[in-house]
């Protein structure tokens, strides 16, 4: 096994990693301030995927596709927040699982009727094609971009979070709902926003998703359940665990490929348990 | 008056814990709410806020009815609620905590905090959760004049306090009666009750049980006697 290969894999689990981080980072801000599981949030994310696949194609704007898929996950998960979870804010958790299961199926079955049950593929846009070189060895260029792009928008949503006075507004938000709205802030409008920025992540992961592994409808399935591992993983309760996770999973996901390749999705759930028997509240979790 | 609450019944789930409150804060007024732990103190400063909105009786600010509406609207209405738990922003900043939500119309501003509490502003940077109990305190305090209420709801303010605290929150309320603020106080400590309020609420069982002015009831302390038991004196 050459070094080339070693860091090839690297990187490739560095890309895998980063969409893994903004599908979790966008479920632990939702579970964070709203404490709603969202299972709906695979099927935002083949939303992203699909509507990305559709401009790219018909448009033949891959430029396009990225903000559009953004958009349109963002617009359904404010539908999603406005109409349906939030009659079930304080209900049991049970309900609130029912709920977003159910919608997460209509969804799925929507993109059934609209684009049918056939798998596609795109190819990226001519200026992300082919390969740089790293020295070592050759790297695919679109992964460079979907990395960069990952860590562009998470270093962004850091910066608003951390620094500014709607960030303030939000964390102050992830620990104590009802104070918040004790001082005059309108804590339902947060909730919407943090929802629309999850969706919106989903969608944004499912996009860039697409010219690594096409379109299918059961991509949103697969992808929820390795966003709930990094989760737990990563620490719930704490929104920056999942991003550190999220680059571990990947990471994880694809050198075990090289030597093991058949076992490379077993090992995810290895390390969650394993990590969960030794440091049950996650990688960064407090308490 | 500026607040009027007439004939609560508030209950947590199928607990009824306050059987029908009546009490009222007049402009610039302070007013004590006192009794026994679980009396219903806290559970009133609830109801007023909209946290635990009442089931049935009505709740006045400013001749408007808020009963029912969501806190946040209450909260704008010029209400604000210091709780007993305090609930510091422990991930924010001492300056971010007080400044979470600020109204520019505000009569105090941050200067006024640093100048009420110079401690605090020697840690404004440190996290709300590495604070002392006392600098949490004045931190929530402050937290909730910034958004510049006509009514501060004050829940057990000198609880667990040094006595020293206790003396710099009280000089602080006492400078803020110069202001036209009105404050509903709930005080465990009768001392300061007396030495700040204008009336006193004696609370028991969710029910007023007594209500008098302080000269009165320090002119005879005994009459608190049959609902505080010996902590009165
Ligand atoms: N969240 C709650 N759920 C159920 N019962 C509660 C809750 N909070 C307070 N109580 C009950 O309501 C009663 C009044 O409590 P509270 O208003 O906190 O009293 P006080 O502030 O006077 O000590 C007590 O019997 C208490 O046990
Ligand atoms: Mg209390």
Redesign the interface.
């Known amino acids: 096994m050459t070094t080339g290969l070693i860091i090839v894999q690297l990187m490739n689990g560095i890309a895998l990693g980063a969409l893994y981080a903004l599908m979790a980072f966008g479920l632990s801000i939702i579970k964070g301030l709203l404490n709603i599981p969202n299972f709906a949030h695979g099927a935002l994310y083949l939303i992203g995927a699909y509507v990305a696949f559709e401009v790219s194609s018909s448009l033949d704007s891959f430029w396009l596709g990225l903000p559009a898929a953004v958009l349109a996950s963002a617009a359904v998960g404010v539908v999603i927040e406005r109409f349906g979870v939030r009659r079930l804010y304080g209900s049991a958790y049970l309900f609130q699982l029912l709920l977003l299961f159910g919608i997460a199926l209509v969804l799925e079955q929507c993109v059934i009727l609209i684009w049918g049950t056939l798998g596609q593929s795109l190819t990226p846009p001519g200026i992300l094609m082919g390969a740089v070189d790293l020295g070592v060895s050759l790297f695919p260029k679109y992964l460079l971009f979907t990395t960069l792009v990952s860590f562009l928008v998470i270093v962004g949503i850091w910066f608003v979070i951390e620094k500014t006075?709607f960030g303030?507004?939000i964390?102050?938000g992830?620990?104590?709902r009802?104070?918040?709205?004790?001082?005059?802030?309108?804590?339902?409008l947060l909730f919407t926003l943090a929802f629309a920025m999850g969706a919106g992540l989903a969608g944004l992961a499912g996009a860039l998703a697409v010219p690594l592994v096409g379109v299918s409808n059961t991509m949103g399935t697969d992808m929820l359940a390795i966003a709930f591992v990094v989760v737990v993983l990563g620490g719930l309760g704490s929104i920056y665990g999942a991003i550190a996770a999220g680059l571990l999973v990947g990471i994880v996901q694809s050198m075990s490929a090289l030597w093991v390749p058949s076992a490379s999705t077993v090992l995810i759930y290895a390390m969650m348990i394993l990590i969960i028997a030794f440091r049950p509240q996650g990688l960064l979790g407090e308490r | 008056m500026l607040l009027t609450v007439e004939d609560i019944q508030t209950y947590y789930g199928n607990s009824h814990v306050l059987h029908g409150v009546d009490l009222e804060v007049g402009a610039g007024e302070v007013v004590a709410l006192v009794g026994r732990n679980g009396a219903g103190k806290t559970t009133t400063l609830r109801s007023i806020m909209g946290l635990t909105p009442p089931r049935s009786g009505s709740v006045r600010f400013k001749d408007q009815a808020i009963a029912g509406e969501k806190p946040h609207r209450i909260a704008r209405r010029g209400i604000a609620y210091v709780p007993e738990s305090r609930e510091p922003f422990s991930l924010l900043t001492v300056e971010e905590n007080l400044t979470i939500a600020t109204n520019p119309r505000s009569p105090w501003q941050l200067d006024q905090v640093w100048q009420w509490f110079p401690a605090l502003k020697e840690i404004r940077d440190r996290k709300g959760g590495h604070l002392s109990g006392g600098q949490q305190q004045m931190m929530v305090i402050g937290r909730g004049l910034l958004t510049g209420p006509e009514l501060l709801l004050l829940d057990e303010p000198s609880q667990g306090l040094a006595p020293v605290i206790v003396e710099t929150v009280v000089e602080m309320l006492k400078d803020l009666r110069k202001s036209n603020l009105s404050v509903l106080l709930v005080e465990q400590s009768i001392g300061v009750a007396l030495d700040l309020a204008d009336r006193i609420y004696v609370l028991n069982e969710g029910r007023v049980a007594l209500h008098a002015r302080s000269e009165e009831i320090r002119e005879d302390p005994s009459r608190l006697d049959a609902y505080l038991g010996l902590s009165a004196t």
């Open positions: 006075h303030a507004v964390r102050a992830l620990e104590r009802e104070m918040v709205s004790a001082l005059g802030i309108n804590i339902e």
